[in-house]
């Protein structure tokens, strides 16, 4: 198989909303759902195969099964698949948070860390996105403006635009804003350290936990400096991504060095590889393994892809 549809793994974060359902055709039941894990070998957060052959399958066991060859030559340095593809949808402020790089968070937590890039499918009026400072700061200061909650004062508020897209580095401390909804592609980890959260409390009627001390450890304590993404969405030494837009027709190749994975934003239609088909909607990913070949996508969409 070369078109393998999949099913996220949902997650109910108390800040998410319900767009994913109504907007994005997702087949979800309760009342809040803020994350869909699109490509996900996570974890206890699989993503799995809808349909043909190895329909109901994690992803990861249909990897494991069909052997390392579906992820590419390019895969080969690493020992676990190597990214997450996520829809997110922020009906209320996230937290503010800092991801640790690899080292620090293979000796504290025992997976990697975090590199992410944010594409923002909506945006409504006047949100915003937190990257980075907007100035120098010391640990004192950080720590101070934790406990007097202004920390905000310090941080580099970017307004948000369906369309743009914000590469998160090792240790830059960040935030969605409420009222967007954003296209994730980052590596395949869990790790984040928590600074400030508004006072909010989970469903155990508790404060959510802060990680002050290893945030400040790992953070970045000037302003971020910008990567050269070479014409890519974003691009770093775990993925690629690429927005593919088309009214008709578009044909890829899916080479031996790399699978790829195709989010839809927008449009329906039909994606195709020799004899298969699959028909896609708004909202539908797809994981195609390397050394696919030719696909052919017909229809009018807007799509993210991701690759190694």
């Given at each position: 198989m070369c078109i393998l549809k999949l099913k996220p793994a949902y997650k109910d974060n108390l800040w998410g909303g319900h767009r994913l359902v109504e907007e994005y055709n997702k087949d979800f039941q309760g009342p809040?759902?803020?994350?869909?894990?699109?490509?996900?070998?996570?974890?206890?957060?699989?993503?799995?195969?809808?349909?043909?052959?190895?329909?109901?399958?994690?992803?990861?066991?249909?990897?494991?099964?069909?052997?390392?060859?579906?992820?590419g030559t390019a895969c080969?340095?690493?020992?676990?698949?190597?990214?997450?593809?996520?829809?997110?949808?922020?009906?209320?402020?996230?937290?503010?948070?800092?991801?640790?790089?690899d080292e620090f968070a293979f000796a504290h937590e025992g997976?990697?860390?975090?590199?992410?890039?944010?594409?923002?499918?909506?945006?409504?009026?006047?949100?915003?996105?937190?990257?980075?400072?907007?100035?120098?700061?010391?640990?004192?200061?950080?720590?101070?403006?934790?406990?007097?909650?202004?920390?905000?004062?310090?941080?580099?508020?970017?307004?948000?635009?369906?369309g743009e897209v914000f590469f998160i580095d090792h240790g830059v401390l960040h935030a969605i804003g409420k009222g967007i909804t954003v296209l994730e592609v980052e590596q395949n980890s869990n790790v984040t350290y928590r600074v400030y959260d508004y006072g909010r409390r989970g469903a155990d009627g508790r404060e959510r936990e802060l990680h002050v001390d290893k945030a400040l450890e790992v953070m970045q304590l000037k302003p971020a400096e910008p990567r050269d993404m070479q014409g890519h969405l974003s691009t770093c030494e775990y993925f690629t991504a690429d927005r593919v837009i088309s009214n008709g027709?578009?044909?890829?190749?899916?080479?031996?060095?790399?699978?790829?994975?195709?989010?839809?934003?927008?449009?329906?239609?039909?994606?195709?590889?020799?004899?298969?088909?699959?028909?896609?909607?708004?909202?539908?990913?797809?994981?195609?393994?390397?050394?696919?070949?030719?696909?052919?996508?017909?229809?009018?969409?807007?799509?993210?892809?991701?690759?190694?």
């Open positions: 809040i759902l803020a994350e869909a894990w699109e490509v996900s070998c996570y974890p206890g957060s699989p993503s799995v195969i809808e349909g043909g052959r190895y329909s109901g399958t994690a992803l990861e066991d249909y990897i494991k099964a069909a052997g390392p060859g579906v992820l080969s340095r690493f020992d676990d698949f190597p990214l997450l593809v996520k829809l997110i949808d922020a009906r209320e402020n996230l937290s503010l948070q800092v991801h640790p790089n997976q990697p860390g975090k590199l992410e890039m944010r594409y923002i499918m909506s945006a409504e009026p006047g949100s915003f996105i937190y990257c980075g400072l907007n100035r120098t700061v010391s640990k004192d200061e950080i720590r101070q403006r934790i406990e007097d909650k202004t920390l905000m004062e310090v941080l580099l508020k970017v307004p948000a635009k369906q027709e578009y044909r890829m190749h899916i080479g031996e060095d790399s699978f790829m994975t195709i989010t839809f934003m927008e449009g329906n239609g039909v994606i195709s590889c020799g004899d298969e088909r699959s028909s896609f909607v708004k909202g539908n990913t797809f994981f195609i393994p390397a050394g696919s070949g030719d696909i052919e996508i017909e229809g009018a969409f807007d799509a993210v892809t991701a690759r190694v």
